[in-house]
């Protein structure tokens, strides 16, 4: 079965950190570019970051930029983001997804979502 799994949310307090883990299973993650998406409650989906296959070039929203850094292990056949500084406006269910990344225009869009591992920032 092909999938990719979120994990490495939790609750934290603000100004803390968080690293989130997206594990491919099925399929050699190499070859694809991901994403990472969070959708907060009452919000739509929102694509926040990305790392292109071949040279890992990424991309950031504003609101995360210089906080958060996606990178990419190849040999773990897996995708991480680093959150660091969390705020209150970060709580969101994180998603990560294989879909198309320019450091330009940001992601690309997907039909297929897995659980998505939940994020809680609060004191």
């Known amino acids: 079965q092909l999938q990719l799994v979120e994990s490495g949310g939790g609750l934290v307090q603000p100004g803390g950190s968080l690293r989130l883990s997206c594990a491919a299973s099925?399929?050699?993650?190499?070859?694809?570019?991901v994403g990472w998406f969070r959708q907060a409650p009452g919000q739509e989906r929102v694509g926040i970051s990305c790392?292109?296959?071949?040279?890992?070039?990424?991309y950031y929203i504003g609101s995360v930029k210089d906080r958060f850094t996606i990178s990419r292990d190849n040999t773990k056949n897996s995708v991480y983001l680093q959150m660091n500084s969390l705020i209150p406006a970060d709580t969101a269910i994180y998603y990560c997804?294989?879909?198309?990344?320019?450091?330009?225009?940001?992601?690309?869009?997907?039909?297929?979502w897995g659980q998505g591992t939940q994020v809680t920032v609060s004191s």
């Open positions: 790392i292109s296959s071949g040279d890992g070039s990424t």
């Open positions: 099925g399929f050699t993650l190499d070859y694809y570019s």
């Open positions: 997804a294989a879909v198309g990344c320019s450091p330009d225009y940001g992601l690309g869009s997907t039909d297929f």
